[in-house]
Every structure is written in structure tokens, then in C-alpha cells.
């Protein structure tokens, strides 16, 4: 079964308008964390943001905030004000586990976003 | 401060061949990971480490991968002997305490 599931192949967004990427997540851990990462064409992966399962509020990072509805157990990336560099591979991961035990991140197929002038 | 580096960035080799694979993490993170990428199965991870120690090899695909980690500063990825369905592209990460996990750029596998 799908563990991380990004049901998003391909977006589009306006320049400076919000854009949400969608993740559900699958675990009976009451104990975990969510990632995003951004991919662009150049490849590499670079860390957004962070929520940990316990976490009381959900986190933001400058133009990226993570909603997250455990009950639904959905973790979606809101980025604001979209720019031209935020086209790129998107990929949510889960680890599952008090962050002590294991380091194993389950990703998702990603979402390519693209963003419109 | 430098980040995760990995060499070769591309690696273009004929089946059969020995290919090995490098990393060096972050200064004073204490886990490494091994993923690889391909468009088929997206993000895998193959290994991963804590303190030099393997924890977590189920992802390794046969007996011709294999990955060591002899200091906290050096990693390697081999196989031997590569194959064609190997071609993918291998990131190396590294993280402090488990938390948030900083990539490499990526070696660029191409077997012949």
C-alpha cells in the first residue's frame, strides 16, 4: 500500500498567486514526521519543511507553510506568492518513528509545478 | 559551509564493469543515506548509517550493491557488476540527530 501519496502528476500557477500541493500519508505510528523537497531541473534536493506529528501548529517556512490535518491525515504544501523559480519536482516523505529509531524517509512520486508569468 | 558532495557527478560505464560511487556528508552529522532515482520507482533509499554503523540495507537491490562507511567523513556505494537497469541517478544525504536530511547533488549513472 501507498504510503506517501502525492495525487498531483502536474501544476500550474499564476506568478504571485498561492499554489497547495496535496500529500496523504498511511501509518498506525502515532509518532512521525513530514517532509517536503523541492527538485528543480538542475536536479538537486533541497529541504522546505519540517512537521513533526505532535506538533502543535503547523509549520511555515518564509513562502511555505505545511497544512496539516492529522485527523485526515493530509499534509499539504501551501507556497504564497509563487515565483518563477518555484517550478520544480516537489516531493512530500514521511518518517515513521520517533526520530531516534529510524532514519528511513518514505517519499512520494512528486508533483511538478510550474509556474506561469 | 560545504555541503554533501558526491563524485563522480556523472558516470558513464559498460555493463559488467565495477562502479564506485562517492560521498562525503556534512561535518558532524552523524547519518548518511544512500537513495537512488529513477523514473520508473521514483526516490528509493538503498542504506543508510548511523555513527559509520549500517542500520537499514533492505532497500539495497542484490548482492552486487554494496556500501561501506569506513569514517564519519567518507562513504562509498559499489557495484559490481554493473548492469544496465542500474542507470539512475544516486543521491547521498546526510543528516544531524535524524532530523532533516541534506542531499548531494547526485551522481548520474549510465550503463552501456
Known amino acids: 500500500a501507498q504510503k506517501i501519496t502525492q495525487t498531483q502528476p502536474g501544476m500550474f500557477v499564476q506568478e504571485k498567486e498561492a499554489v497547495t500541493l496535496d500529500c496523504t500519508y498511511d501509518?498506525?505510528?502515532?509518532?512521525?514526521?513530514l517532509f517536503w523537497y523541492k527538485q528543480p531541473s538542475s536536479g538537486e534536493m533541497i529541504f522546505l519543511i519540517y512537521?513533526?506529528?505532535?506538533?502543535?501548529q503547523n509549520a511555515t517556512e518564509g513562502r511555505y507553510s505545511l497544512n496539516f490535518q492529522k485527523a485526515r491525515k493530509s499534509a499539504n504544501l501551501v507556497i504564497s506568492a509563487s515565483q518563477l523559480g518555484d517550478s520544480a519536482m516537489y516531493f512530500c516523505?514521511?518518517?515513521?518513528?520517533?526520530?531516534?529509531?529510524?532514519?528511513?524517509?518514505?517519499f512520494g512520486q512528486g508533483t511538478t509545478l510550474q509556474v506561469k508569468p | 559551509d560545504a555541503g554533501v558532495i558526491q563524485s563522480p557527478r556523472h558516470e558513464v560505464t559498460e555493463m559488467g564493469q565495477e562502479v564506485t560511487l562517492r560521498c562525503k556528508p556534512i561535518?558532524?552529522?552523524?547519518?548518511l543515506f544512500w537513495y537512488r532515482q529513477t523514473m520508473m520507482r521514483g526516490l528509493e533509499l538503498l542504506i543508510y548509517?548511523?555513527?559509520?554503523?549500517?542500520?537499514?540495507d533492505s532497500g539495497m537491490p542484490e548482492d552486487r550493491f554494496s556500501a561501506k562507511m569506513p569514517n564519519a567523513s567518507f562513504s562509498t556505494l559499489k557495484i559490481q557488476p554493473s548492469e544496465p537497469r542500474d542507470s539512475a541517478v544516486y543521491f547521498c544525504?546526510?543528516?544531524?540527530?535524524?532530523?532533516?536530511?541534506?542531499f548531494g547533488p547526485g551522481t548520474r549513472l549510465t550503463v552501456l
Open positions: 501509518t498506525s505510528d502515532p509518532s512521525y514526521g
Open positions: 516523505a514521511m518518517r515513521e518513528g520517533r526520530s531516534s529509531n529510524t532514519g528511513k524517509l518514505i
Open positions: 561535518s558532524g552529522h552523524d547519518y
Open positions: 548509517f548511523n555513527n559509520n554503523v549500517p542500520i537499514d
Open positions: 544525504a546526510s543528516s544531524l540527530a535524524n532530523r532533516e536530511q541534506f
Open positions: 512537521q513533526g506529528s505532535y506538533d502543535q
